[in-house]
């Protein structure tokens, strides 16, 4: 049995780059604002190539991993073999910056906190010797 070569990107011939949403139903994978997506196909509408930013993927990765949620026991639902999309995101997420804005809410949060007199948990368990660790 011969195995028909599948073509490299360069090798693409008589293709067009067409939006996401054009092939995909955004009832099936929407992906958020800003977020960009595309699909390589060939002359017949056969698709190519994915070609995804960072956010679109997350976008569908979550769609993927929300999906399992609810049909994944706690503990299989963070194993990578079993939730290769979960693993990814966190990946994907652990290499990201941080958002600017999100940074500054956190910050405004603290303020806030420190103004209103809230005591920091840690301080509580060391004070009353909790042992919480």
């Known amino acids: 049995m011969v195995k028909a070569k ?11 780059l067409v939006p996401w949403k054009k092939i995909v139903p955004l009832s ?3 992906l958020s604002k800003g977020a ?15 070609i995804f930013d960072t956010f679109a993927l997350l976008d569908v ?7 399992l949620l609810d049909k994944l ?9 079993v939730n290769p999309a979960g693993w990814l995101i966190d990946e ?19 303020d806030e906190a420190e103004k209103k007199g809230w005591v920091p948990f840690s301080k ?7 042992g919480l660790d």
């Open 73 to 81: 026991s706690p503990n299989d639902y963070y194993k990578k073999s």
């Open 6 to 16: 599948t073509p490299s990107p360069a090798e693409l011939e008589d293709t067009k």
């Open 36 to 50: 960009r997506a595309g699909i390589v196909v060939d002359k017949e509408n056969v698709p190519q190539l994915f």
């Open 28 to 30: 099936v994978f929407k």
């Open 124 to 130: 509580i368990k060391k004070e009353l010797s909790l």
């Open 92 to 110: 994907i997420e652990s290499r990201l910056p941080l958002n600017p804005q999100y940074v500054k809410s956190l910050k405004k949060a603290i």
């Open 61 to 67: 990765l979550s769609v993927i991993d929300e999906a």
